[in-house]
């Protein structure tokens, strides 16, 4: 490969650190000349005439589907399921008449979402595909293309793509939204850009992460991330990257659910790092932080300015609520970055694991 890691000593690192521009690349590239957010029509239109979206990806992509469920239905008030690619043949979803699918591969080349959309283009249906690879094959064989505009993602563990499918997402839902005149307090092109900024933020403050790391998962065997509603999709894609690249075992958990089972598996010194970004289920995840405390849990809560914040170790920037996501995942990919460092792990290319998976 030509792409270079430059003074960074993983690619994992520099690609996290590309972030904020790539939120900035992303602005630019889906703005008209009036600085309005735009997407070519003719996905305008599929969005408008589905009653119904179906989300198929595998990994990373598909934690991204799950924040886009979220944005679609706010922004866009189109029902969406989010499927995972590998699941989906067996378990073929109803489907509902007018359906829409929408593939999410960094690569474009994933085996197990290209299967689902060789299915569903045979049945006749429209399918698009959100991809960081023009000209890939996921994107050659749907209907449309939407970019990442990420540039080239070269470390296993995926982190710009993740937030870049979410912003992707966010103008995707946004742009179907206003066409149908959904109403709405979110002006997208400024909040994007304040959460830009947030990450910056979070990239100049790696050291508040690396401690995170040396202090909670120094020679741990597990860890678990909690979170409610959006929080939680979050949750999932943090414990991925601690799995992938340190190959501690972490798990993510609803907060509610915590108590119908998991909560046994607590006990004195057990790391669970916490999000709480989202007002509405702020004290609810609080209850669950205290609950495990009180089970020996090694607690650390990463939290938004603007809500009830004291004692939380770290305090992330305020962005708007429905792309907190964005910036609440950079702490956790920073956190398994440095426990993969400490533990002496190949940071850039795990064990068993491959950048883009081609065999189903
Ligand atoms: C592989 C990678 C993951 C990725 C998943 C989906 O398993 O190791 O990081 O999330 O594939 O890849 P895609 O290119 O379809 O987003």
């Known amino acids: 490969t030509d792409i270079e890691k430059g003074t960074y000593p993983h690619f994992m690192l520099k690609e996290i650190d590309e972030q904020p ?12 000349e009036n600085g309005r957010l735009q997407i070519n029509e003719e996905i305008t239109n599929a969005m408008l005439k589905a009653d119904r979206i179906y989300i198929v990806a595998c990994g990373t992509s598909y934690h991204a589907g799950l924040v886009g469920k979220q944005l679609i239905e706010k922004l866009a008030e189109i029902p969406v399921e989010v499927h995972l690619a590998s699941e989906f043949g067996y378990n073929m979803p109803l489907l509902s008449k007018r359906p829409l699918f929408i593939f999410i591969s960094q690569s474009g080349e994933t085996a197990d979402s290209r299967a689902v959309l060789v299915k569903v283009k045979e049945m006749g249906y429209r399918a698009l595909t959100i991809t960081n690879v023009p000209g ?40 179907a939204g206003a066409a149908k005149r959904v109403p709405t307090d979110l002006d997208l092109v400024k909040e994007l850009g304040i959460a830009a900024s947030a990450m910056d933020t979070l990239c100049d403050a790696k050291e508040a992460f690396e401690q995170i790391a040396a202090e909670y998962l120094p020679a741990t065997i597990n860890c678990f991330f909690i979170g409610r509603s959006i929080d939680y999709f979050v949750g999932l894609e943090g414990a991925l990257k601690l799995k992938e690249i340190s190959y501690i075992q972490a798990e993510g958990f609803a907060g509610g659910e915590l108590k119908h089972g998991t909560i046994a598996l607590i006990e004195k010194g057990t790391p669970v790092i916490a999000l709480a970004t989202q007002t509405n289920v702020n ?64 940071v850039d290319k795990p064990r068993n694991l491959a950048k883009s998976v081609t065999v189903e």
């Open 21 to 32: 521009l790539v939120m900035r690349k992303i602005i630019q590239a889906y703005q008209d």
């Open 136 to 175: 890939s094959t996921l994107s050659r064989e749907a209907d449309d293309t939407l970019l990442l505009h990420a540039g080239p993602e070269i470390a296993v563990a995926s982190t710009k793509a993740y937030t870049a499918q979410i912003a992707v997402l966010a103008i995707l839902a946004s742009v």
């Open 283 to 346: 004290g609810s995840i609080r209850a669950n932080v205290k609950e495990v405390e009180t089970r020996g849990a090694h607690t650390c809560i990463i939290s938004m300015k603007g809500l009830d914040t004291a004692g939380d170790r770290y305090v992330l920037p305020h962005v708007h609520e429905l792309l907190t996501p964005l910036i609440s995942v950079i702490p956790l990919q920073l956190i398994a970055y440095y426990a993969a460092l400490h533990r002496g792990c190949d």
